[in-house]
């Protein structure tokens, strides 16, 4: 039972994952406890976590990604898909629109890392690997939901919202 996928779930999703029944993990890691569930879906070992907590209680910029990344690592996982409940600025995607994600842009300002102490550069020319790309992609053009194949993710600074100029600027940049 060594997952090598994990799926972390945020608003709209997180709560779905609490349905599935699997084992759940504590994982002690130098920055906090990683809570997930492993799973067996389609028969494959599957670590989920809730971003924001069971019972939606950790606020957007309080999440603890060192310790979910830190914790995901130690228990094998090697690939981490997440989702995201987001507006859109293409004005043709309709709302519930799936978007693969295959590019962002990290406006946030914050600057985690779990290499405190060491010097790691990692490249994020494409942030997803072709090869899981690829097989999300035949996954998902099965479904019967609107789904695009290519997106740009904008990550802000939360908890609040983009101001009418920020979103304007980010339309401007394509």
Sequence with gaps: MNPRVAIIG???????LA??????????????ICRTKVVQLNGVWVALVQRHSVGHRTPPHRVNFRAMAS?????????????????SLRND?????????????DVSGRRLTCFDDTVQHT???APMSPAVRKSLKEALDGIEERFEPTATYVNADGPRY???AEILMYRQWG
Excluded: M, N, Y
Aim: net charge neutral; proline share 5%; aromatic share 8%.
């Design 19 to 32: 349905k599935l029944s699997g084992r759940a993990v504590h994982i002690p890691t130098p920055f906090g």
């Design 71 to 87: 914790g995901l690592q130690a228990l094998g996982v090697r690939f981490v898909l997440a989702s995201a409940a987001t507006g």
């Design 123 to 125: 490249d994020f020319t």
């Design 162 to 164: 983009e101001t009418a």
């Design 93 to 105: 995607w309709e709302p519930g629109t799936l978007a693969l994600c295959d590019q962002f842009l």
């Design 10 to 16: 945020g608003t709209g999703v997180g709560s779905r």
